[in-house]
């Protein structure tokens, strides 16, 4: 069994910075993941995609947050992180991660609020 831990999450002053982490536990071996990403949801609103990662390093970010945030991954840990830097209000959301297999199964964690306010 597959899953995914995020972590980091928190209130946070506009302009400020966060850093996400997401971990894959289990029956995974790196070498099955393909693309690792990072996705928002805020109240109402439908689940977007903020960042990916695929294996070689190949990025891709939502036009909302590049500039300011970074994905970036660590195949020997089952890892991906997301720099947050400059945040605003907007920025405001449950943050999931999301896992791709080769196969094309894909898996979820279970969310991370991230708030951002003064």
């Known amino acids: 069994q597959v899953q995914l831990v995020e972590s980091g999450g928190g209130l946070v002053q506009p302009g400020g910075s966060l850093r996400l982490s997401c971990v894959a536990s289990g029956s995974i071996f790196s070498i099955n993941i393909n693309v690792l990403g990072w996705y928002r949801q805020a109240p109402g609103k439908q689940r977007e995609l903020v960042a990916a990662?695929?294996?070689?390093?190949?990025?891709n970010y939502a036009d909302s947050v590049k500039g300011r945030f970074t994905i970036s991954r660590d195949n020997a840990k089952n890892t991906v992180y997301l720099q947050m830097n400059s945040l605003k209000p907007e920025d405001t959301a449950v943050y999931y991660c999301?896992?791709?297999?080769?196969?094309?199964?894909?898996?979820w964690g279970q969310g991370t609020q991230v708030t951002v306010s003064s």
């Open positions: 999301k896992m791709t297999r080769t196969s094309g199964r894909e898996y």
């Open positions: 990662i695929t294996r070689g390093g190949s990025t």
